[in-house]
């Protein structure tokens, strides 16, 4: 089939391995970037850029580069999961920042076009939640607590749900649950709209 004949046929999805997929891998690799220079450089607050959602551009910057669809899926999880949060951040906080916006609007445009090209896979929700974990348990060892520093929520309980639990790991038992039931649910949703090809 050429190229012309191809480009008649409605939906079909671009191979993951052309270089113009791989050139999106740039996009997050910018947004990382921008963050890690905004964090370490200008607010002095280098501990910021270990939140799974800067994280997770990175990696979706390799899964494209190196068209690694399991990197891909693990890292649009969370772009997808960090989204509503960073929203109410920025509305309660009102620190809101074009490289904040571009990083996380972005990162999250760029992990559903990603999907789009690789497809997403079901069960896919249980290698990024390990990823969580383990990127959690990496900032607990990497800061120190402080109400600036709970970064991943590594310290203690989030905002408000401080006073409803007796000890960190009571609080870390039913975030990862309700973590584990989210990531589930996305799983169930990315394999409708974008099943594997």
Known sequence: MSTSEAALIPNQRPNEKTLRFRLLGILPLLFFL???FEYVYRAKTPEQILWSCHISNLMLAVGILLCNPWLI????????LGLPPWIIDMVVSKLVTPVSIFSHLGGVTVALIALWVVGAKR????PSLLYFV????????????GPYTNVNVAHFAYGGMKGWFGSYWTYWLANTAAVL??????DSVLAKLFPPR
């Open 73 to 80: 899926r693990i890292a649009a999880f969370w772009q997808i």
């Open 181 to 186: 039931v989210t990531l589930w649910m996305i």
């Open 123 to 126: 069960g896919s929700w249980l």
């Open 134 to 145: 383990i990127l959690q348990q990496i900032t607990r060892l990497l800061t120190v607590p």
């Open 34 to 36: 921008a963050r890690v």
